[in-house]
């Protein structure tokens, strides 16, 4: 990883010391400091607790619809309200399709079974004596930002694009477990199924498995929320949220895909032409302000920190400009460390806002080369059947008034 300490720009961030008063207002202006506030009375606060809670003053929510079937249903993350690049895991996304089973791992096991020498049904407790990881890694629904493909423009970046979050995930990996089995030659794929009353399985071919694919049972340095699958998951880095099966219970390894309706029916993105790409596992770079956003309402013209997450199915972040003018002309922003492969990167602008109207973009480039695309070129190949897999840049719209909105067209 890069250097840690910060790097030293004096004439620069002396620069910002001398304006930041005049460009805050009178806010800044009139702190001059004479003594510190006044203490409260004395009263003893909370006491203490066995389980943490958040202040009463924050307010932030995974929003989902109103739904007649809240079991096959989605929840989003606020990415506005979110810091860093930890998702917390009470505001972690949800997806679900037959709602969420309440497991007790004592006698939840995983079996693995199919093209091995030697079939086993693994115990949570045996899962946890093998040797640990803990990684960080973002998860997004190939289904994120649906709403902005085909101009739905959705009021805000948590419904929008609220589709994707980012944990430390901690587990054995996939391939240990494999070699404990003896994969036979002829192993090519797996398929891992679900616990859930729908019993969600989908097939990953053997060299990811055998790469990078987790099972998990930790979350953030605690077991896994029951709504992230409890108490077994497969996490496979970079790939789309539906081939990370939850309350995982079995892996069966085949000599080809098992073409189940998660991949045939759903998941697949249908072409224009009527044909459709299948097995569209990587998530591609993509990033997205999440402050400003919609909903949100400058106070006037001066200084704002723009902030946002970048990320990319394929490597690492490795640049993320931004633009306030539409895309005319873009300024590179602040990685902050760290930049992760697979994960969501934090990037950072300072703006001046000249109190005009604006259109904020972001515009991510991985480490592979590649560049997030404009609607446009995305349209251009994928047509207008599919939903799935949206990485376009995205626009919001910032009015003379302050006001904030989206800015897709
Ligand atoms: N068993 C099971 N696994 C599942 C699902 C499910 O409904 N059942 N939903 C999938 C989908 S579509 C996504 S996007 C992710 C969502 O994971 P999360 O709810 O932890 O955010 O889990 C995937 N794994
Ligand atoms: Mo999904």
Redesign the pocket.
């Known amino acids: 990883m890069a250097d840690q300490t910060p790097s030293a720009t004096p004439s620069r961030s002396r620069r910002w010391f001398l304006g930041l008063g005049a460009a805050l207002g009178s806010a800044l202006a009139a702190c001059r400091p004479t003594q510190a506030p006044p203490l409260e009375p004395r009263a003893l606060g909370a006491p203490i607790s066995p389980y943490g809670s958040r202040s009463r003053f924050e307010k932030a929510t995974r929003f989902f619809r109103p739904t007649t079937i809240p079991e096959e249903a989605s929840s989003r993350t606020p990415l506005g309200d979110t810091y860093g690049i930890i998702t917390p895991s009470s505001l972690?996304?949800?997806?679900?399709?037959?709602g969420v089973p309440d497991i007790d791992p004592a006698t939840h096991t995983l079996t693995i079974h199919g093209l091995v020498e030697r079939p086993i049904v693994f115990t949570v407790d045996e899962i946890k004596r093998l040797p640990s990881i803990s990684r960080i890694f973002f998860?997004e629904?190939s289904g994120n930002s649906a709403s902005e493909w085909k101009g739905a423009a959705e009021v805000d970046v948590q419904r929008a694009h609220g589709?994707t979050?980012c944990s430390e995930w901690t587990g054995v990996w996939l391939s240990t477990l494999l070699r404990e089995c003896a994969v036979r030659p002829n192993g090519t794929w797996i398929l891992a199924e679900?616990a859930?009353a729908?019993k969600?399985a989908r097939s990953i071919p053997i060299a990811k498995a055998m790469h990078d694919v987790l099972i998990a049972y930790g979350q953030n340095g605690e077991a896994l929320r029951p709504?992230?699958?409890y108490p077994l998951r497969v996490i496979v880095p970079g790939w789309e949220?539906?081939v990370?099966?939850?309350?995982v219970r079995r892996i069966k390894v085949l000599d080809q895909p098992a073409m189940t309706r998660w991949e045939t029916s759903k998941y697949t993105d249908l072409l224009a032409d009527g044909s459709a790409r299948q097995f569209t596992f990587d998530m591609d770079a993509k990033s997205v302000i999440t402050r400003p956003s919609g909903g949100d309402r400058l106070a006037g013209a001066g200084i704002y920190e723009v902030t946002g997450l970048a990320w990319s199915g394929r490597g690492a972040i490795a640049r993320v400009e931004v633009s306030a003018d539409a895309g005319r002309t873009w300024t590179d922003a602040t990685l902050q460390e760290p930049v992760l492969p697979r994960a969501h990167a934090r990037f950072t602008w300072s703006w001046r806002w000249d109190g005009r109207d604006a259109i904020l973009q972001s515009r991510c480039t991985d480490d592979t080369g590649y560049v997030q695309p404009p609607r446009t070129d995305l349209v251009a190949v994928r047509g207008l059947n599919s939903n799935y897999h949206n990485n376009a840049i995205q626009s919001w719209k910032i009015a003379a008034d302050g006001s904030v909105t989206n800015g897709n067209v």
Not at 92 to 98: D, I, L, Q, V
Not at 244 to 247: G, Q, S
Request: charged fraction near 20%.
């Open positions: 972690h996304f949800e997806r679900h399709h037959g998860l629904c589709l979050s679900g859930d729908c969600l709504e992230q699958g949220g539906n990370n099966v939850k309350w």
